[in-house]
Nanobody, 127 residues
């Protein structure tokens, strides 16, 4: 089972940028499709972005399309979420997730598809 640790959260003004990182250990990273989700108090966890095992296929929530970019470095066992033009409504705890997958081109948008989760990193966007 892979273990995940997120970093890179913080406080940023609206219009600013942040880059989240998620370091994986404990298993072969390239066997996992990866995703980012976010959650605010009182709300359900929300899909943000997903990426396939080799990093060629990506999918984004409509709310972040054109502003966020997911990428991965399989040599460094790390997945990234570059967040640009941040808005106050992007404020949330962001979670990295891993889904063990036999499908090379697959990515997943449902949290139930994921096997492992990080502890989360908080992003706060001030107006």
């Amino acid at each position: 089972q892979v273990q995940l640790v997120e970093s890179g959260g913080g406080l940023v003004q609206a219009g600013g940028s942040l880059r989240l990182s998620c370091a994986a250990s404990g298993d072969t990273f390239s066997l996992y499709a990866m995703g980012w989700f976010r959650q605010t108090p009182g709300k359900e966890r929300e899909f943000v972005a997903a990426i396939s095992r080799p990093g060629r296929n990506m999918n984004y929530a409509d709310s972040v399309k054109g502003r966020f970019t997911i990428s991965r470095d399989n040599a460094k066992n790390t997945v990234f979420l570059q967040m640009n033009t941040l808005k106050p409504e992007d404020t949330a705890d962001y979670y990295c997730a891993a889904a063990h997958s036999w499908i090379l081109s697959g990515y997943y948008t449902r949290d139930s598809d994921y096997n492992a989760w990080g502890q989360g990193t908080r992003v706060t966007v001030s107006s």
